[in-house]
């Protein structure tokens, strides 16, 4: 290996869990285990930027933009035919609106 | 030269598993002047009326509503296209063996990957199923495959070629480049799609001009901290017989010192998944087709996200963590400001240099199955690529050697911002007085 030394970092199995909860992940628990032994590695792996002098303080951005938002005149649109196409049987042409599932409360399974 | 016809039915009958996707006929579009020239197109970049995958299995039955400018600009020209290749899973890995559809095999055989992501577009390349073919590189995904495959691969400047209509990675690390045997079928691409969009903010007004290289006037950097890493003893060899070879054209050589190098891989696998995290939370069982119920809204996003492969888990959760309450600043902050400093060192280096040499892997094409379960070593593959996708500065990896046990070995080339003409004209003066990149994989 061209890196030196693992350490493994604090991070627990019920971290793991939490983790999958805020990502809306389902692991199984095998995948579980497997993440909770090479998810520290990993972050032990880039716990050594932490050694690293920073010459000038970062910005919040990743990439330096100018102008964040300029208003497109003849911006192209799907069309509802389109939309009918990539939203398959979910497409109500009635109201030419996608049918999603419910977001509030219990639904029975499709 | 082959027609795209040709390449059709030698792609239907290959063994490599290079494709995702393999249309009946080429798509043809007419006259222009890449009409000679057969593309194959990696799998997270959309065209119209094609599936779109990624290579996963969360895309399954997606078909892509429209075509990425760049497909559209290719189309202009004339190009054909010839089918979608194979990558690993939303471009993850480092050996193609993350797709959901099975690994690439390298057509130099020996039961070796073909690199990653952009796995399948080299090996098609590789194995003369295509003139060129379309890859993405974020962290070293198209140089690298193109190392492994001893192909030729251009990553571009950061906002040189629209990513409207790329399946989003890293959205401040992601490119899209052509691979090709030689540096002038890339060239040829290349200027063909690079350009500024008005549908992706981050593209950058640009109109490629190829240029002559001047030898005795050109500056090349070795930066120490590559050149002093214990990497494969024939990769090794074959970098220093190139730079012999730059030497005895009159180029000058100088050692760079960049101190903040050795951190761009750590600074990376923050960056990387922390940007996938969010870029990844739109596939939630509403869009793209595939769904899997439950009783509630959040089983459906959770039952549907199974879907995805382990190397994406496994980043999604590193980037959740590295964006989360408490870990924030200490990862992801300074993440960001590293990635400045190697931006900034690397804009030094270019006020001494005009191209910074370097191999583009540490190690010879591994065997698959090798690091499939060492998810950190897999990770070093990208050593020596990642720091020009942190900076933004263009890289090309060309072929320049063979190992005793004729594997490919690719050398890498940097120049600043908007440079790519320095790469190519070098490639191609290079590619005039060597023919490792004739050479043919008897496997393919």
């Known amino acids: ?110 | 030269m082959s027609s795209a016809t040709d390449y059709l039915a030698a792609i239907k009958t290959e063994q490599l598993n290079a494709f995702r996707f393999v249309p009946e006929q080429p798509l043809t579009t007419g006259e222009g002047e890449l009409s000679d020239v057969a593309i194959a197109v990696k799998d997270n970049i959309l065209v119209a009326d094609w599936p779109a995958g990624a290579a996963s299995k969360i895309l399954e039955g997606f078909t892509s509503p429209y075509d990425a400018t760049i497909i559209r600009k290719l189309k202009k020209a004339g190009v054909s296209l010839v089918g979608r290749t194979n990558m690993d899973e939303f471009a993850m890995g480092g050996s193609t063996e993350n797709s959901a559809y099975g690994v690439t095999k390298n057509p130099w055989g020996q039961n070796t990957v073909p690199g990653g992501s952009s796995g399948g577009s080299a090996a098609a390349v590789a194995a003369d199923l295509c003139d060129a073919a379309l890859g993405s590189d974020t962290g070293g995904s198209i140089r690298q495959p193109a190392a492994f495959c001893g192909v030729t691969g251009l990553k571009p400047t950061y906002g040189a070629v629209s990513r409207y209509g790329l399946i989003a990675l890293a959205s401040s690390l992601d490119v899209i480049g052509p691979l090709a045997r030689t540096a002038e079928a890339v060239e040829r691409v290349f200027a063909v799609i690079a350009g500024k969009d008005v549908l992706d903010q981050t593209t950058i007004d640009y109109t490629y001009k190829p240029t002559e290289i001047n030898f005795s006037s050109l500056r090349v950097g070795l930066p120490k901290q590559w050149w002093e890493l214990t990497i494969d003893p024939e990769i090794a060899q074959a970098m220093t017989n190139f730079v012999d070879w730059l030497k005895a054209k009159g180029v000058q050589t100088k050692e760079l010192d960049m101190p903040t190098l050795p951190f761009a891989l750590p600074a990376y696998y923050i960056i990387l998944p922390a940007e996938v995290s969010a870029n990844l939370a739109r596939f939630d069982g509403i869009r793209y087709q595939q769904s899997v119920g439950g009783k509630t809204l959040l089983d459906r996003y959770k039952n549907t996200r199974a879907l995805f492969g382990p190397e994406v888990k496994r980043r999604l959760l590193l980037g959740t963590f590295v964006l989360s309450h408490g870990h924030y600043d200490d990862y992801y902050q300074q993440a960001v400001a590293v990635k400045n400093q190697i931006a900034a060192e690397y804009r030094l280096a270019f006020t001494e240099v005009d191209i910074i040499v370097g191999a583009t892997t540490p190690t010879l094409p591994f065997t698959i199955g090798q690091n499939a379960n060492d998810p950190l070593a897999m990770y070093q593959s990208d050593l020596l690529t990642v720091s020009a996708n942190l900076a933004g500065v263009p890289a090309l990896s060309l072929p320049v050697g063979f190992s005793g046990s004729n594997l490919p070995i690719g050398g890498q080339l940097t120049s600043a911002h908007q440079r790519e003409d320095l790469l190519l004209a070098l490639a191609k003066v290079y590619q005039q007085e060597t023919d490792w990149h004739t050479r043919k994989a008897s496997n393919g």
């Open chain 1, 1 to 110: 290996m061209l890196y030196s030394g693992i350490d493994m970092a604090d991070i627990t199995l019920e971290d793991i869990s939490h983790l999958a909860v805020l990502a809306r992940l389902n692991l199984s628990e095998d995948e579980k285990k497997q993440f909770s032994t090479q998810i520290p590695a990993i972050v032990a792996f880039v716990d050594q930027l932490q050694k690293v002098q920073i010459v000038e303080k970062a910005d919040n951005q990743a990439v330096a933009l100018a102008n964040m938002r300029e208003d497109v005149v003849g911006q192209e649109h799907l069309s509802p035919e389109q939309l009918a196409k990539l939203a398959g049987q979910n497409w109500d042409t009635n109201t030419n609106q996608l049918q999603v599932p419910a977001v509030f409360g219990e639904v029975a399974d499709e």
